[in-house]
């Protein structure tokens, strides 16, 4: 199967290590990845902030970018929800919209991919440790995927994965909320690795980086001796050596 990667502006800026994660867990499960190097931002920022009309000249050149694409794979569900927000969007502009409808159709959050596209419940990963999994508000409230993570990190080899009280609860990030209500944001994400803390887990997973971006420097601030570790790093984790994490 061929797959087109997007790799969103944090991935691309400061997590490259996660997208070369993603290629080798999807290149090890069959897959043909390309690249399209014309790829930017979505437009999530302009489109939550209200400013649409900038919003949709990043969906257009969006959906250009990735028209060629048999599938499109992200290893974000913020962004893979963007994508899926094109076709009402652009509900006003027929051709646009029928072309965002397809690209939409297409488009899946990596765990999503691998777990139901691909029917993969078994990546092979090993890592030794006690970890509790941060489930992102558009992951579960927009994309509505709240099985394929667990699934897979459940069958991580050495991996003891504990139950994050509240888990529902947002932490804070929401893209520019974090930047406009930082107070408030604060006082979310304080909360958030208190609840991680309660599960005396020595790794943090999550499946956007915009949140862990939020999270783990809020841990490095306070100085948790917490690992934090996007979902694509964890399933194409191998040991080396017997040590853990």
């Known amino acids: ?24 867990l999807l290149e090890r499960h069959g897959c043909e990845v390309d690249f399209p190097e014309k790829q930017t931002c979505c437009g999530q ?27 499109v794979v992200t290893p974000s569900g913020s962004c893979a929800a963007m994508f899926k927000e094109y076709p009402s969007l652009l509900k006003d502009e027929i051709r646009w919209r029928e072309r965002a409808e397809q690209l939409a159709g297409k488009t899946y959050e990596l765990t999503q991919f691998l777990y139901r596209v691909l029917h993969v419940t078994n990546t092979g990963a090993t890592l030794q440790g006690v970890a509790t999994y941060h489930t992102s508000c558009h992951m579960v ?40 209500m930082s107070t408030i944001s604060e006082q979310m994400v304080d909360e958030k690795v208190e609840h991680i803390e309660e599960t005396e887990a020595d790794v943090l997973i999550g499946a956007d980086n915009g949140c862990l971006m939020n999270i783990g420097g809020r841990i490095q601030k306070e100085k948790k001796p917490i690992k934090v570790m996007h979902i694509a790093e964890v399933l194409n984790h191998r040991e080396m050596g017997g040590g853990d994490v």
């Open 45 to 71: 920022p302009a489109f939550n902030s209200g400013y649409h009309k900038d919003a949709k000249k990043a969906a257009k050149h969006m959906i250009e970018t990735f028209e060629h694409a048999e599938k």
């Open 1 to 24: 199967m061929k797959v087109s990667l997007f790799i969103t502006c944090l991935t691309d800026i400061f997590y490259p290590d996660v997208g070369k994660n993603v290629v080798e």
């Open 141 to 180: 409230r927009l994309l509505g995927e709240t099985e394929a993570p667990y699934v897979l990190l459940s069958n991580v080899q050495g991996l003891e994965l504990k139950e994050l009280p509240n888990k529902q609860n947002c932490c804070g990030f929401g893209g520019t909320f974090a930047v406009k």
